[in-house]
């Protein structure tokens, strides 16, 4: 045996070596060369093919583990993973994964929700100097009118109050969502239903800050969400055990359906509540908790109101950012909450807006 440059050991005869030794005075033979370069790139393609095989293997293995609906998986099922805390393999890439983490993990979004809070306590303060200051638009109208004509008289002394959304405004569902993700699954009204029921939301930061100001200062708070009224007493336990509401207080949650005319348009819970109180701010997170805007708006008609009201943000009226859902979002596939996840997300993926591209030719209006 002996040893080539390439380091394997090759097995010669002793002729071969003597020859070796002799014609080329110590050097190596190119056969003895060859052959380990050879043996090198043999090895070498080996094990390019048996780590493709592997990796294949462990692919079609992952395949076969992604679930092909989440909506199949059972009650039982759903709960057994959520206490494992290993998420289903396909929502890995859920839709809404990055929206949940910045609302659950950064700093940015905390300081955004106390400053909007912090302003519009600021803001408050002004209102209750000046007795025809109205963040509602038919309140604030009757008083500008009183003060066109001349009346000198004082308006009718109305109790102070604030009107304030409660999913993503004062009571942080995020929890939802991240179940939600982890079992792969879209919004469901069933699984919302159990949450709402289960009371275990957390305040908004900022919020409850907010809300004893407001109470310290005689200021009325009431909450107009478009929860369903089945869940209105799970709502009032939340918010109670969150410090966000009184026990007393509790007939000042007007939910949805609650009324015959109470719609998911807000506009007659609004002035429900301007019939006895001057509401000097309104706090939600999506366009729905300040203004009408009307029957399935598209996301261009959505802007245009958002945009004639200009002068309203940051004065009397307050948003918090929500990335996860809202009519923003409903607007992009046309409100057609029965489209397959597969289309819906088509959609919106036509939706985005790339380079300089205008949005309106980039963000086609969905079918209707």
Not at 59 to 76: F, L, N, Y
Not at 133 to 154: F, H
Not at 349 to 359: G, R
């Amino acid at each position: 045996m002996f040893r080539s440059r390439l380091g394997p050991y090759v097995e010669t005869s002793k002729a071969q070596a003597i020859m070796v030794r002799n014609s080329y005075r110590g050097t190596i033979s190119v056969r003895s060369i060859f052959c380990p370069v050879c043996l090198a790139w043999i090895a070498l393609g080996a094990t390019i093919l048996v780590g493709c095989d592997v990796r294949q293997s462990k692919s079609a293995s992952v395949q076969k583990k992604i679930p092909e609906s989440a909506g199949s998986t059972s009650d039982s099922a759903q709960s057994e993973k959520l206490k494992s805390g290993e998420p289903e393999l396909g929502s890995l890439s859920h839709e809404d994964l990055d929206a949940t983490l910045w609302l659950q993990t950064s700093a940015e979004y905390k300081a955004i929700a106390e400053s909007t809070y912090q302003l519009a306590w600021e803001k408050v303060q002004i209102g209750l100097t000046d007795p025809r200051w109205s963040a509602l638009e038919l309140q604030s109208e009757a008083l500008a009118e009183q003060r066109t004509n001349g009346d000198s008289s004082e308006p009718r002394l109305l109790q102070p109050a604030v009107i304030l959304d409660i999913d993503e405004t004062v009571l942080d569902n995020s929890a939802y969502q991240a179940e939600s993700i982890k079992l792969g699954r879209e919004f469901e009204p069933k699984s919302w239903h159990e949450f709402c029921e289960r009371a275990e939301s957390k305040a908004i930061p900022g919020s409850k800050r907010f809300l004893d100001r407001c109470r310290q200062s005689g200021i009325a708070a009431f909450f107009l969400s478009n929860r369903e009224h089945d869940v209105t007493e799970a709502t009032i336990r939340n918010l109670t055990d969150q410090g966000l509401l009184l026990p007393e207080e509790k007939g000042r949650v007007l939910n949805k359906g609650q009324q015959p005319d109470w719609s998911s348009d807000k506009e007659t819970r609004r002035q429900f509540v301007a019939k006895d109180y001057r509401v000097l701010v309104l706090v939600g997170d999506d366009l729905n908790d300040f203004v009408s805007v009307g029957f399935k708006p598209q996301s261009s008609e959505r802007r245009r109101i958002a945009d004639a009201q200009r002068d309203s943000w940051g004065r009397i009226w307050f948003i918090l950012p929500n990335a996860n859902y809202g009519g923003w979002e409903r607007a992009i596939y046309g409100w057609d909450d029965s489209l397959p996840r597969g289309e819906k997300l088509k959609q919106k993926h036509a939706a985005l807006i790339s380079s300089n591209q205008p949005a309106e030719a980039a963000a086609p209006e969905p079918n209707k």
